[in-house]
């Protein structure tokens, strides 16, 4: 089973900051089959990237993510007040697929 | 618009059974893989169950292999999990969420659109 461990914990910044946000897996992610997600309190989580570095329908273009093998970071170029949540990563190269524990990003 | 709704979620005593449902519309429901992931009361999500819509396969987490069964009708868009001897762990709300799709390589297993969930709470 790959683990996957995020860093930090908890992210504390403020709107119009950098936001970087890292996810390392405990042996090599195959195909780079990282997936990132994006939960609000009470909601689902909702897709932000897939294979890495692909953002997903209508997300917007200040989340990016990158990375490769065991090392993956996703970053939000200019926090926006709605993005003060919290973020989970996921590998999905190999069954079983696995969750990050997560990283909530605060606002300072 | 891809539209995932659960059901069949409530109280149950540990040892007990339930079955939760999740009617899919949007989508073509036989080509994509449908799973379900599982969040405790404040901890973070866990894949539970997939069910590939390319051969048929499932394959379970260890948390869960042999106490649950997932299943699929086709006919019906609708997506099962079927739990057995539940125990104080399992409680949680449980997500149905629809796999991606890679144009290479076929149905991934990213989870690109989510159900609002349903809770299952295990308690005497």
């Known amino acids: 089973e790959i683990v996957l461990t995020q860093s930090p914990g908890t992210l504390s910044l403020s709107p119009g900051e950098r936001a970087t946000l890292s996810c390392r897996a405990s042996?090599?992610?195959?195909?780079?089959?990282i997936a990132w997600y994006q939960q609000k309190p009470g909601q689902a989580p909702r897709l932000l990237i897939y294979?890495?570095?692909s953002r997903a329908t209508g997300i917007p273009d200040r989340f990016s993510g990158s990375g490769s093998g065991t090392d993956f970071t996703l970053t939000i170029s200019r926090l926006e007040p709605e993005d003060f949540e919290v973020y989970y990563c996921?590998?999905?190269?190999?069954?079983?697929?696995?969750f990050g524990q997560g990283t909530k990003v605060e606002i300072k | 618009e891809v539209q995932l709704v659960e059901s069949g979620g409530g109280l149950v005593q540990p040892g007990g059974s339930l079955r939760l449902s999740c009617a899919a519309s949007?989508?073509?429901?036989?080509?994509?893989?449908v799973n379900w992931v599982r969040q405790a009361p404040g901890k973070g999500l866990e894949w539970v169950s997939s069910?590939?819509?390319?051969?048929?396969?499932?394959n379970y987490a260890d948390s869960v292999k042999g106490r649950f069964s997932i299943s699929r009708d086709n006919s019906k868009n609708t997506l099962y999990l079927q739990m057995h001897s539940l125990r104080a762990e399992d409680t949680a709300v449980y997500y149905c969420?629809?796999?991606?799709?890679?144009?290479?390589?076929?149905?991934?297993?990213?989870?690109?659109?989510w159900g609002q969930g349903t809770l299952v709470t295990v308690s005497s």
């Open positions: 949007g989508f073509m429901f036989s080509g994509y893989a």
């Open positions: 969420a629809k796999g991606g799709l890679d144009l290479w390589d076929g149905p991934m297993y990213y989870f690109d659109y």
């Open positions: 042996q090599s992610v195959s195909s780079n089959y």
């Open positions: 294979g890495a570095s």
């Open positions: 996921q590998q999905y190269g190999g069954s079983p697929w696995t």
């Open positions: 069910f590939s819509g390319r051969d048929g396969s499932t």
